[in-house]
């Protein structure tokens, strides 16, 4: 028999880490402990907080029950028999009043433990390696989510079949934590965030910000070099739009509460839509006129829970990478295929290459008429098959009110991000009743598809940061050369070569701090600036520059019209490499 799937070894281990735990304390409370991508987790109220210490001791408490190994065995029982069996533990018994009436209740068993469970598991405890099992962090964690609950504490774990496996796994983690986006923001001074001033909301730096700049003048000539117009919406609107929209009835979970503003009430947007709408509605619109694409960058706001706040992967307030597109039903076909090439562009100048779409279909409630969707849907699966794009289909996952595509790219790690979304709106056009005159003078509705390329600049910012590790192309890096003089006699060439780069377009600084020359070597590369740039009397006398290219290749003697001009280039061309 060959060895069990890796999800029934990772939800047996957590199974096996919950019995460690109820030993060690008896009074315990045990919540949930699924198997996740990468491990598994279980949920604790427990009378004190957990310490390093403890995992090393349920660690050693698990290889004891695998070695033991004990068969997990499951039971079918009656909801009094489980109400009486967890009588002592409230978070199971709030788990089996939503089992639905006419649904079995199963519990597993290993050894004392008990747990109440669909499964599936491993066949005895001993299938899981005990090398290949390990305890990774304590984290707090609301009951179901939600910070009105109780705190719980959450220990995180992976298992895996081989203890090579593991070990390959750990290495990852170490990379992924050298990467992390929130460590690196702080050391290279990008952004940071306020809990006492509003935790989810992003203060960005002058480093930060400058990257920020050039990912926002990238985008917008490329959406003018599209056919795209640029507009600028509010960022509040009276609560009839969002009653119209939907979002009141739908979304309002996720809506900051309304403020009072001459006796009416006015929300904060958590989406640009409702407003281009409003644009759309200024005039009576011709086909002559579509399709008309019009994007922002809309700055919006939605309340997050505090506990899924996470860096600027999960925040409140954020920049929408956002455009609305009108167009008939002639020209659906040609503009999803440019949308997606749109798309695949701008990830690939930003130095993404593993792109893999996923298409989402219509689900069993929806609003359109089905020749709508059916020719929406068509023209989605065409634009990624012409592309030659490799992707999955999402049978009935789409939106009640559009199919969809959505694109995941890989980063520098192999991990997977959700990022472009080419979504089919057929709501609001009825909501807001839009319509275009067609060439036989009748009013028609006209087709609208939200599109995202990056997502939100902060999110986006997030995923580019752990994709370079924080060593972002030349032309992204907010100081490109660092010139540092050997001594103070040579600071005015370095000045000199400051201005000469700076004319030409690149961010160039010279560091006439009272630092030695090696300090200030190491600063730069601490900073990760892609050149360091040393002049002293021979580069002086020859008008030439020592260069120091950001991960090793020394350069010596390189005319400085010569480096100047080549770094200029690799800005202008938006180059990956140096």
Not at 8 to 23: C, E, G, P, T, Y
Not at 39 to 62: A, V, W
Not at 315 to 330: K, L, S
Not at 365 to 389: D, N
């Amino acid at each position: 028999m060959g060895a069990p799937d890796i999800e029934r070894i990772r939800h047996s281990a957590a199974h096996i880490m919950a019995d460690a735990v109820l030993r060690l304390f008896p009074e315990a409370k045990f919540a949930i402990g699924p198997a996740i991508d990468t491990g598994f987790y279980y949920d604790f109220d427990l009378p004190r907080s957990l310490t390093p210490e403890d995992l090393e001791k349920i660690e050693e408490l698990m290889r004891k029950t695998i070695e033991e190994d004990l068969p997990f065995k499951r039971e079918v029982i009656s909801r009094e028999e489980a109400r009486e069996l967890f009588k002592d533990q409230p978070y199971k018994l709030e788990i089996l009043e939503e089992i639905p009436e006419g649904e079995e209740v199963s519990i597993y068993r290993h050894g004392t433990f008990v747990d109440l469970c669909r499964g599936p598991h491993v066949e005895r405890t001993g299938q899981i390696n005990p090398d290949a099992v390990k305890l990774l962090s304590i984290a707090g964690a609301y009951w179901r989510g939600d910070e009105r609950r109780p705190m719980l504490q959450r220990i995180y774990g992976t298992a895996w079949h081989t203890p090579k496996e593991l070990r390959q796994y750990l290495e990852h983690l170490k990379e992924v934590e050298k990467r992390d986006h929130r460590r690196l923001g702080k050391e290279l001074d990008l952004f940071s965030v306020h809990e006492e001033a509003g935790p989810g909301l992003i203060y960005w730096h002058p480093k930060g910000a400058r990257i920020r700049l050039e990912i926002e003048n990238f985008w917008r000539e490329q959406h003018l070099a599209r056919g795209y117009e640029v507009l600028y919406t509010p960022h509040i609107g009276k609560a009839w739009l969002w009653e119209t929209s939907g979002h009141l009835s739908f979304y309002k979970e996720n809506m900051y509460a309304p403020m009072e503003v001459d006796k009416s009430d006015y929300y904060i947007k958590p989406m640009n839509c409702p407003f281009h709408i409003m644009i759309y509605k200024t005039r009576l619109r011709s086909y002559r006129e579509l399709p008309l694409r019009w994007a922002e960058l809309g700055t919006v706001y939605r309340y997050e829970r505090s506990g899924v706040l996470h860096g600027l992967l999960r925040v409140r307030g954020f920049t929408q990478d956002d455009a609305h597109i009108f167009c008939t039903p002639e020209q659906i076909e040609d503009e999803i295929l440019e949308t997606l090439r749109f798309s695949l562009f701008m990830w690939k100048t930003f130095g993404f290459s593993d792109v893999k779409a996923y298409l989402s279909t219509r689900p069993d409630k929806s609003v359109g008429e089905p020749e709508r969707w059916e020719q929406a849907t068509e023209s989605l699966r065409k634009a990624i098959e012409r592309e030659g794009l490799d992707y999955e289909v999402d049978e009935g996952g789409g939106a009640f009110y559009g199919p969809k595509i959505d694109i995941k790219v890989r980063d520098a790690l192999g991990r997977e991000w959700q990022t472009s979304t080419i979504q089919f709106d057929f709501n609001l056009p009825e909501r807001f009743d839009i319509t275009y005159v067609d060439a036989d003078g009748r009013e028609k509705r006209p087709y609208m598809v939200h599109r995202a390329l990056l997502g939100s600049l902060e999110r986006f910012f997030g995923i580019l940061v752990e994709h370079y590790g924080g060593a972002f192309p030349v032309w992204l890096a907010p100081v490109q050369v660092v010139v540092i003089p050997v001594s103070d006699v040579f600071a005015g060439y370095a000045q000199e070569v400051v201005r000469a780069l700076r004319e030409a377009g690149v961010r160039a600084e010279a560091d006439l701090s009272a630092d030695r020359m090696n300090a200030k070597i190491r600063k730069a590369q601490q900073e990760k600036i892609p050149y360091a740039v040393i002049v002293g009397q021979r580069e002086q006398e020859g008008r030439t520059v020592s260069v120091r290219v950001r991960g090793g290749e020394q350069r010596n003697g390189v005319a400085l019209g010569d480096f100047v001009e080549d770094v200029a280039r690799r800005v202008h061309e938006r180059s990956l490499e140096l």
